[in-house]
Protein backbone atom coordinates (compact mmCIF):
# COMPACT_ATOMS: atom_id res chain seq x y z
CA UNK A 1 0.00 0.00 0.00
CA UNK A 2 2.56 2.68 0.79
CA UNK A 3 4.56 1.72 -2.75
CA UNK A 4 0.77 2.21 -4.12
CA UNK A 5 0.83 5.78 -2.31
CA UNK A 6 4.68 6.51 -3.41
CA UNK A 7 4.06 5.72 -6.97
CA UNK A 8 0.31 8.27 -7.17
CA UNK A 9 2.64 11.20 -5.48
CA UNK A 10 5.16 10.52 -8.01
CA UNK A 11 3.01 10.95 -10.93
CA UNK A 12 0.88 13.83 -9.36
CA UNK A 13 4.34 15.62 -8.90
CA UNK A 14 4.91 14.85 -13.01
CA UNK A 15 1.94 16.41 -13.91
CA UNK A 16 2.26 19.58 -12.18
CA UNK A 17 5.58 19.69 -13.31
CA UNK A 18 4.33 19.31 -17.04
CA UNK A 19 1.34 21.25 -16.70
CA UNK A 20 3.98 24.31 -15.13
CA UNK A 21 5.71 24.05 -18.68
CA UNK A 22 2.86 25.90 -20.22
CA UNK A 23 3.30 30.13 -20.02
CA UNK A 24 0.77 32.57 -19.46
CA UNK A 25 -0.24 35.92 -19.61
CA UNK A 26 -1.50 38.24 -17.50
CA UNK A 27 -5.27 38.73 -17.72
CA UNK A 28 -6.05 42.80 -17.12
CA UNK A 29 -8.99 44.11 -16.09
CA UNK A 30 -10.61 46.77 -18.16
CA UNK A 31 -14.49 46.74 -17.71
CA UNK A 32 -16.74 46.46 -15.30
CA UNK A 33 -19.80 45.97 -16.39
CA UNK A 34 -23.57 46.26 -14.03
CA UNK A 35 -25.45 43.86 -13.10
CA UNK A 36 -29.40 44.07 -13.00
CA UNK A 37 -32.59 43.50 -14.57
CA UNK A 38 -32.54 47.86 -15.57
CA UNK A 39 -31.63 49.39 -19.00
CA UNK A 40 -28.11 48.32 -19.68
CA UNK A 41 -27.64 46.01 -17.16
CA UNK A 42 -26.99 42.37 -17.22
CA UNK A 43 -28.92 40.10 -15.29
CA UNK A 44 -27.18 37.34 -13.00
CA UNK A 45 -28.73 34.68 -11.50
CA UNK A 46 -26.37 31.71 -9.60
CA UNK A 47 -29.11 29.44 -8.89
CA UNK A 48 -30.55 29.08 -12.72
CA UNK A 49 -29.01 26.78 -15.38
CA UNK A 50 -27.46 29.53 -16.92
CA UNK A 51 -26.37 32.05 -14.65
CA UNK A 52 -25.25 34.78 -16.37
CA UNK A 53 -24.17 35.92 -20.42
CA UNK A 54 -23.29 33.09 -22.49
CA UNK A 55 -20.78 34.79 -25.40
CA UNK A 56 -19.40 38.20 -25.91
CA UNK A 57 -17.50 39.78 -28.83
CA UNK A 58 -16.31 43.13 -29.94
CA UNK A 59 -16.50 45.00 -33.44
CA UNK A 60 -14.07 46.65 -35.47
CA UNK A 61 -14.26 49.90 -33.23
CA UNK A 62 -14.03 47.92 -30.41
CA UNK A 63 -17.25 47.96 -28.94
CA UNK A 64 -18.31 44.99 -26.59
CA UNK A 65 -21.84 43.45 -27.40
CA UNK A 66 -22.61 40.37 -24.45
CA UNK A 67 -25.12 38.15 -24.55
CA UNK A 68 -27.85 38.92 -21.69
CA UNK A 69 -29.62 35.28 -21.97
CA UNK A 70 -31.96 35.86 -18.77
CA UNK A 71 -33.03 39.51 -19.46
CA UNK A 72 -33.44 37.83 -23.56
CA UNK A 73 -31.37 40.80 -24.57
CA UNK A 74 -27.89 41.78 -26.81
CA UNK A 75 -26.10 44.64 -24.95
CA UNK A 76 -23.81 47.13 -26.56
CA UNK A 77 -21.39 48.87 -25.05
CA UNK A 78 -17.86 51.30 -25.49
CA UNK A 79 -14.56 49.56 -25.00
CA UNK A 80 -14.34 50.91 -21.11
CA UNK A 81 -17.99 49.60 -20.41
CA UNK A 82 -20.36 52.47 -21.22
CA UNK A 83 -23.90 51.65 -22.24
CA UNK A 84 -24.33 52.53 -25.43
CA UNK A 85 -27.33 50.64 -26.21
CA UNK A 86 -29.30 46.98 -25.99
CA UNK A 87 -31.71 44.99 -28.48
CA UNK A 88 -34.21 43.80 -27.01
CA UNK A 89 -35.38 40.18 -27.90
CA UNK A 90 -32.94 38.97 -29.77
CA UNK A 91 -31.23 36.12 -31.63
CA UNK A 92 -28.28 36.94 -29.73
CA UNK A 93 -29.03 37.05 -26.17
CA UNK A 94 -29.19 33.26 -26.34
CA UNK A 95 -25.49 32.62 -28.25
CA UNK A 96 -22.88 30.14 -27.78
CA UNK A 97 -20.28 32.24 -29.73
CA UNK A 98 -20.78 35.97 -31.22
CA UNK A 99 -18.57 37.10 -34.16
CA UNK A 100 -19.63 40.35 -35.42
CA UNK A 101 -18.57 41.06 -39.33
CA UNK A 102 -16.76 43.63 -40.98
CA UNK A 103 -20.40 45.24 -42.06
CA UNK A 104 -21.17 45.12 -38.09
CA UNK A 105 -23.62 42.02 -39.05
CA UNK A 106 -23.85 40.43 -35.62
CA UNK A 107 -23.51 36.76 -36.25
CA UNK A 108 -25.10 33.97 -34.10
CA UNK A 109 -23.89 30.36 -32.94
CA UNK A 110 -26.09 28.20 -30.96
CA UNK A 111 -24.60 24.87 -30.32
CA UNK A 112 -27.74 23.24 -28.26
CA UNK A 113 -30.22 23.98 -30.87
CA UNK A 114 -28.17 23.99 -34.13
CA UNK A 115 -28.44 27.06 -35.54
CA UNK A 116 -27.19 30.52 -36.82
CA UNK A 117 -28.54 34.13 -36.76
CA UNK A 118 -27.92 37.16 -38.48
CA UNK A 119 -28.85 41.00 -36.97
CA UNK A 120 -27.66 44.19 -38.48
CA UNK A 121 -26.24 46.43 -36.37
CA UNK A 122 -29.09 47.95 -35.31
CA UNK A 123 -30.82 44.71 -34.28
CA UNK A 124 -32.68 44.23 -37.23
CA UNK A 125 -33.23 40.24 -38.09
CA UNK A 126 -31.78 39.37 -41.19
CA UNK A 127 -31.83 35.63 -41.10
CA UNK A 128 -32.27 32.20 -39.04
CA UNK A 129 -30.57 29.14 -40.01
CA UNK A 130 -32.01 26.12 -38.49
CA UNK A 131 -29.99 23.05 -39.05
CA UNK A 132 -32.40 20.77 -37.56
CA UNK A 133 -34.76 21.41 -39.88
CA UNK A 134 -33.38 19.73 -42.91
CA UNK A 135 -30.19 18.01 -41.61
CA UNK A 136 -30.24 14.76 -39.99
CA UNK A 137 -28.08 14.06 -36.33
CA UNK A 138 -25.15 12.10 -38.60
CA UNK A 139 -24.54 15.20 -41.02
CA UNK A 140 -24.72 18.29 -38.26
CA UNK A 141 -21.93 19.33 -36.98
CA UNK A 142 -21.15 20.63 -33.27
CA UNK A 143 -18.73 23.76 -33.85
CA UNK A 144 -19.18 27.03 -35.33
CA UNK A 145 -19.10 26.37 -39.14
CA UNK A 146 -20.80 29.50 -40.92
CA UNK A 147 -19.16 31.34 -43.78
CA UNK A 148 -21.62 34.41 -44.90
CA UNK A 149 -20.52 36.03 -48.15
CA UNK A 150 -21.68 37.57 -50.84
CA UNK A 151 -25.13 36.82 -49.09
CA UNK A 152 -24.92 33.64 -49.22
CA UNK A 153 -24.67 31.11 -46.26
CA UNK A 154 -21.93 28.56 -46.46
CA UNK A 155 -22.49 25.54 -43.83
CA UNK A 156 -19.81 22.87 -43.42
CA UNK A 157 -21.54 19.77 -42.25
CA UNK A 158 -19.99 16.85 -40.18
CA UNK A 159 -18.55 14.98 -43.30
CA UNK A 160 -16.55 17.93 -44.52
CA UNK A 161 -18.73 19.06 -47.39
CA UNK A 162 -20.78 21.92 -48.10
CA UNK A 163 -23.71 23.06 -47.93
CA UNK A 164 -25.45 26.62 -48.76
CA UNK A 165 -28.81 28.99 -48.69
CA UNK A 166 -28.31 32.22 -51.04
CA UNK A 167 -30.23 35.07 -49.27
CA UNK A 168 -31.24 32.63 -46.44
CA UNK A 169 -33.95 34.25 -44.56
CA UNK A 170 -35.93 34.02 -41.13
CA UNK A 171 -38.64 31.28 -42.09
CA UNK A 172 -36.99 28.15 -41.77
CA UNK A 173 -39.23 26.68 -44.68
CA UNK A 174 -38.06 29.27 -47.16
CA UNK A 175 -34.48 28.52 -46.55
CA UNK A 176 -35.30 24.80 -46.72
CA UNK A 177 -36.38 25.31 -50.88
CA UNK A 178 -33.15 27.80 -51.32
CA UNK A 179 -30.88 24.93 -49.84
CA UNK A 180 -28.39 23.93 -52.02
CA UNK A 181 -26.87 20.81 -51.69
CA UNK A 182 -23.14 20.40 -52.15
CA UNK A 183 -23.42 18.22 -55.51
CA UNK A 184 -26.17 21.26 -56.39
CA UNK A 185 -23.34 23.83 -55.57
CA UNK A 186 -20.32 22.33 -57.36
CA UNK A 187 -22.60 21.94 -60.41
CA UNK A 188 -24.08 25.44 -60.34
CA UNK A 189 -20.42 27.20 -60.16
CA UNK A 190 -18.61 24.70 -62.60
CA UNK A 191 -15.66 27.09 -64.21
CA UNK A 192 -13.32 26.12 -67.02
CA UNK A 193 -10.39 24.99 -64.38
CA UNK A 194 -13.14 22.65 -62.65
CA UNK A 195 -13.60 23.94 -59.59
CA UNK A 196 -16.58 26.06 -58.57
CA UNK A 197 -16.73 29.78 -58.26
CA UNK A 198 -18.72 32.86 -57.68
CA UNK A 199 -17.47 36.31 -56.79
CA UNK A 200 -17.39 38.59 -54.04
CA UNK A 201 -16.34 42.13 -54.06
CA UNK A 202 -13.87 41.10 -56.95
CA UNK A 203 -12.73 38.47 -55.15
CA UNK A 204 -13.36 34.69 -56.64
CA UNK A 205 -14.70 31.56 -54.07
CA UNK A 206 -13.80 28.31 -54.78
CA UNK A 207 -14.53 24.95 -53.18
CA UNK A 208 -11.34 22.92 -53.76
CA UNK A 209 -10.70 18.92 -54.41
CA UNK A 210 -10.67 18.41 -50.54
CA UNK A 211 -14.15 20.36 -50.17
CA UNK A 212 -12.29 23.46 -48.49
CA UNK A 213 -14.05 27.33 -49.08
CA UNK A 214 -11.07 28.99 -50.28
CA UNK A 215 -11.82 32.93 -51.56
CA UNK A 216 -8.45 34.68 -53.81
CA UNK A 217 -6.56 31.84 -52.43
CA UNK A 218 -7.06 32.54 -48.77
CA UNK A 219 -8.83 29.54 -46.51
CA UNK A 220 -12.15 30.68 -45.32
CA UNK A 221 -13.25 27.08 -43.65
CA UNK A 222 -13.16 27.42 -39.62
CA UNK A 223 -12.27 23.64 -39.27
CA UNK A 224 -9.31 23.20 -37.87
CA UNK A 225 -7.97 20.59 -39.55
CA UNK A 226 -8.76 21.67 -42.88
CA UNK A 227 -6.78 24.85 -41.79
CA UNK A 228 -3.86 22.52 -41.05
CA UNK A 229 -4.16 20.56 -43.82
CA UNK A 230 -4.27 23.48 -46.46
CA UNK A 231 -0.87 25.48 -44.97
CA UNK A 232 0.64 22.00 -44.72
CA UNK A 233 0.30 21.92 -48.36
CA UNK A 234 1.34 24.92 -49.05
CA UNK A 235 4.65 24.68 -46.85
CA UNK A 236 5.86 21.42 -46.70
CA UNK A 237 8.09 22.13 -43.70
CA UNK A 238 5.24 24.18 -41.62
CA UNK A 239 5.31 20.58 -39.10
CA UNK A 240 8.65 21.39 -37.95
CA UNK A 241 8.65 24.89 -38.67
CA UNK A 242 5.88 24.98 -35.37
CA UNK A 243 7.28 22.09 -33.39
CA UNK A 244 11.06 24.82 -33.40
CA UNK A 245 8.91 27.46 -32.43
CA UNK A 246 6.93 25.09 -29.29
CA UNK A 247 10.54 24.11 -28.43
CA UNK A 248 12.00 27.42 -28.43
CA UNK A 249 9.28 28.30 -25.90
CA UNK A 250 9.88 25.56 -23.61
CA UNK A 251 6.64 24.43 -23.97
CA UNK A 252 5.60 20.89 -23.09
CA UNK A 253 2.92 20.53 -25.42
CA UNK A 254 1.64 16.62 -25.22
CA UNK A 255 0.53 16.34 -28.79
CA UNK A 256 1.68 17.31 -31.91
CA UNK A 257 -0.10 20.82 -33.17
CA UNK A 258 -1.14 19.44 -36.11
CA UNK A 259 -4.29 16.89 -34.32
CA UNK A 260 -7.49 18.66 -34.05
CA UNK A 261 -7.81 18.39 -29.90
CA UNK A 262 -11.45 19.74 -30.34
CA UNK A 263 -10.13 23.40 -31.49
CA UNK A 264 -12.60 25.99 -32.01
CA UNK A 265 -12.36 28.81 -33.70
CA UNK A 266 -11.76 32.31 -32.05
CA UNK A 267 -11.57 34.63 -34.53
CA UNK A 268 -9.25 36.54 -37.09
CA UNK A 269 -7.65 39.24 -36.60
CA UNK A 270 -6.59 42.86 -38.97
CA UNK A 271 -3.25 40.79 -39.77
CA UNK A 272 -5.40 37.47 -40.35
CA UNK A 273 -3.32 36.13 -37.47
CA UNK A 274 -6.36 32.86 -36.44
CA UNK A 275 -7.12 32.15 -32.99
CA UNK A 276 -8.16 28.72 -31.73
CA UNK A 277 -8.98 27.28 -28.09
CA UNK A 278 -7.54 23.87 -27.76
CA UNK A 279 -8.33 21.51 -24.60
CA UNK A 280 -7.24 22.11 -21.50
CA UNK A 281 -7.55 26.31 -21.63
CA UNK A 282 -4.99 26.15 -24.22
CA UNK A 283 -5.13 28.60 -26.81
CA UNK A 284 -3.66 28.87 -30.22
CA UNK A 285 -2.00 31.39 -32.62
CA UNK A 286 -1.03 31.37 -35.97
CA UNK A 287 -0.10 33.80 -38.64
CA UNK A 288 -1.38 34.07 -42.09
CA UNK A 289 0.43 31.55 -43.65
CA UNK A 290 0.32 28.74 -40.99
CA UNK A 291 3.38 29.09 -38.70
CA UNK A 292 2.37 29.41 -35.13
CA UNK A 293 3.18 32.55 -32.74
CA UNK A 294 2.26 30.90 -29.71
CA UNK A 295 0.81 28.47 -27.38
CA UNK A 296 -0.66 29.16 -24.09
CA UNK A 297 -2.96 28.21 -21.23
CA UNK A 298 -5.46 31.28 -19.72
CA UNK A 299 -7.10 31.15 -16.69
CA UNK A 300 -10.48 29.53 -16.53
CA UNK A 301 -11.77 31.37 -13.78
CA UNK A 302 -11.74 34.44 -15.12
CA UNK A 303 -13.42 32.82 -18.39
CA UNK A 304 -16.84 31.56 -18.08
CA UNK A 305 -17.36 31.45 -21.57
CA UNK A 306 -15.58 30.79 -24.70
CA UNK A 307 -12.43 33.63 -24.95
CA UNK A 308 -12.71 36.17 -28.06
CA UNK A 309 -10.50 39.05 -29.59
CA UNK A 310 -10.99 42.01 -30.95
CA UNK A 311 -9.59 43.72 -34.75
CA UNK A 312 -6.36 44.11 -32.76
CA UNK A 313 -6.02 40.87 -31.97
CA UNK A 314 -6.14 41.05 -28.24
CA UNK A 315 -7.67 38.43 -26.46
CA UNK A 316 -10.32 38.96 -23.89
CA UNK A 317 -12.06 36.61 -21.24
CA UNK A 318 -15.14 37.36 -18.86
CA UNK A 319 -16.70 36.46 -15.80
CA UNK A 320 -19.10 37.44 -13.43
CA UNK A 321 -20.70 37.24 -9.90
CA UNK A 322 -24.07 39.09 -8.21
CA UNK A 323 -22.07 42.49 -8.05
CA UNK A 324 -20.61 42.52 -11.62
CA UNK A 325 -19.65 41.20 -15.17
CA UNK A 326 -16.05 41.29 -15.85
CA UNK A 327 -14.06 41.68 -18.68
CA UNK A 328 -10.32 40.99 -18.89
CA UNK A 329 -7.74 40.96 -21.79
CA UNK A 330 -4.43 39.43 -22.79
CA UNK A 331 -2.68 42.58 -24.72
CA UNK A 332 -1.08 41.44 -27.66
CA UNK A 333 2.49 40.32 -27.50
CA UNK A 334 2.87 38.43 -31.15
Excluded at 164 to 193: C, F, G, R, V, Y
Excluded at 252 to 259: A, M
Excluded at 282 to 307: A, R
Aim: proline letters at 2%; charged letters at 30%; aromatic letters at 12%.
Amino acid sequence: MRNLFVILFLIVIQYVMVAEKYHTYNLELVATLPVGEEEGMIRIDVSSLEPGPTAFAFDREGNIYISDVLNRKLIKYDKNGKFIKEFPKTFSSNAQQLFINENGDIITYFESSFGFACEDSNGNKKFVIDLTSFLNEKERSYKFNLIYQNNTAYIKLRDGKYIAIKNPEIDSKKNKEKLMSHEMLLKSQTSNNGQNQSIVNGKQITIDEKDRLIMDGELLDRDYDSFIGFHKEKKKNIKDSNRNIIDKKKIDLPFDVSESRSMTYIGTDKDKNVYWRGTARLLFIFDKEGELLDVFKYDDKKSYVIPTIDYDGNIYTMNYDDKGVYIYRIKRVW
